[in-house]
């Protein structure tokens, strides 16, 4: 047997495994230390009441013979994706029930979609990014590409004609800067796609954090994207599902190549390597759709939106340069006095007990850099930007 060698590769941990580490190591040497946690994107919330209730329900159902349900559907149960199909159209993007695959993430899908394209494909990458697009493609051996996400552009890149890609990741409102591209600069990045033969893999996992009109919600909205794109989204920022999974792909099915078609080829995956999301789950993620879902899902945005501006506010008064945090749960800040990422970390995790991302576990460019979520409780947020004002007001 040989082990597949990509895997030297890649960092010995994941980022936020690294982080949790760091964290558990300095709180066992510490335990009369508080630590306060703004680091992985971790929400604090629990599921909404209605979500609770069909959660409840569903497993009264699975008590029952005459109710029980085995084996799902492989792309997931039709009442919960006629609800995400609704759920799009109130944006105005139309879509066909078989265009959506139901999954227990976006993570595990961004991941998973690699196995319908070929090995050889180049692949463009942002840099900085969440860093499982880069691991994933490392992990195949694919020729990876980077888009230069800088201080300079927004961390928002833009195509450049002279460089050929044939998978795109984008990730907006991006993990982690929050910078949000506009609906004119997707349309340049379908475009390009749409001229190198290629494919963007759209991660919309924060966009229920979009206010602004002018961004996208999703990249179905743009002009062209059916036939270019493919988009992940996620329940577990939107309605608190990091724990209970759930989440979604949207793949057109005008997306073919060579008598192929990525959606006809994603199903035959899904239905091959995965058994379908729990049905108990399926029922509490229909839930969000209705009226009470929505309204209560929002109340809890709205307390991560305040976290967010609490954050940004206390970074203006320290006069800290930072992007996101305003259609967006992260805020991206530049480390004081040129410290780089980790040191940062360091610091503020031994000084002032709070713990956020290093910028530069998300790409080379985010050396400097630092992330800050505003998923925490709204407690643990007030106490961290106490102690952060203290610490470096000086
Ligand atoms: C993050 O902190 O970047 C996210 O929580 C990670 C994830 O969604 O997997």
Same mark, same amino acid.
């Given at each position: 047997m040989n082990f597949n060698l990509n895997f030297n590769n890649v960092t010995q941990n994941y980022l936020f495994a690294e982080v949790a580490n760091r964290t558990a190591k300095y709180a066992a040497a510490h335990p009369e230390k508080q630590v306060l946690k703004l680091g992985i994107g971790d929400i604090t919330l629990p599921l909404a009441p209605a979500v609770i209730k069909a959660l409840h329900s569903a497993v009264d159902e699975m008590s029952n013979k005459d109710t029980f349900q085995g084996y799902g559907p492989y792309e997931g149960y039709d009442f919960l994706r006629e609800n995400i199909r609704t759920y799009y159209k109130s944006n105005g993007v139309e879509l066909d029930v078989d265009e959506i695959f139901i999954s227990d993430g976006a993570k595990s899908d961004l991941g998973n979609i690699l196995d319908i394209f070929s090995a050889e494909n180049t692949v463009l990458i942002p840099d900085p990014v969440y860093p499982v697009y880069v691991d994933t493609n490392v992990m195949a051996g694919r020729k990876i590409i980077y888009a230069n996400a800088t201080a300079e552009n927004g961390f928002l890149p833009m195509p450049e004609s002279n460089i050929h890609a044939d998978i795109i990741y984008i990730c907006s409102p991006n993990n982690p800067t929050g910078a949000a591209y506009s609906k004119s600069q997707l349309k340049e990045w379908v475009d390009y796609a749409d001229k190198n033969n290629a494919i963007?893999?759209?991660?919309?996992?924060?966009?229920? !954090?979009?206010?602004d009109k002018s961004l996208a919600r999703s990249v179905f909205q743009i002009d062209g994207a059916r036939t270019c794109a493919i988009e992940f989204c996620s329940f577990? &920022?939107?309605? =608190? !599902?990091?724990?209970?999974?759930? =989440?979604?792909?949207? @793949? +057109?099915?005008? @997306?073919?190549?060579d008598g192929g078609s990525a959606n006809k080829m994603w199903l035959r995956r899904q239905s091959t390597k995965f058994n379908g999301v729990p049905y108990i789950v399926q029922k509490g993620a229909a839930a969000v759709f209705t009226e009470q =879902?929505?309204?209560?899902? !929002?109340?809890?945005?709205?307390?991560?939106?305040?976290?967010? &501006?609490?954050?940004?506010?206390?970074?203006?008064?320290?006069?800290?340069?930072?992007? =996101?945090?305003?259609?967006? +749960?992260?805020?991206?800040? &530049?480390?004081?006095?040129?410290?780089?990422?980790w040191q940062f970390f360091d610091y503020l995790l031994e000084n002032a007990q709070v713990v956020g991302t290093p910028g530069a576990g998300f790409g080379k460019n985010g050396e400097g850099f630092f992330r800050l979520t505003a998923f925490g409780s709204e407690k643990t947020t007030f106490e961290a930007v106490q102690r952060i004002k203290n610490l470096l007001k000086n």
């Open positions: 963007i893999l759209y991660d919309a996992a924060y966009e229920c !954090f979009v206010k577990s &920022k939107t309605a =608190g !599902f990091t724990g209970t999974r759930c =989440g979604y792909t949207v @793949i +057109p099915k005008e @997306i073919k190549k =879902g929505q309204r209560e899902i !929002f109340a809890n945005l709205e307390v991560y939106n305040r976290n967010a &501006k609490l954050i940004a506010e206390t970074l203006d008064e320290l006069g800290i340069w930072y992007t =996101g945090g305003k259609n967006s +749960p992260y805020i991206w800040l &530049k480390c004081p006095h040129n410290m780089s990422s």
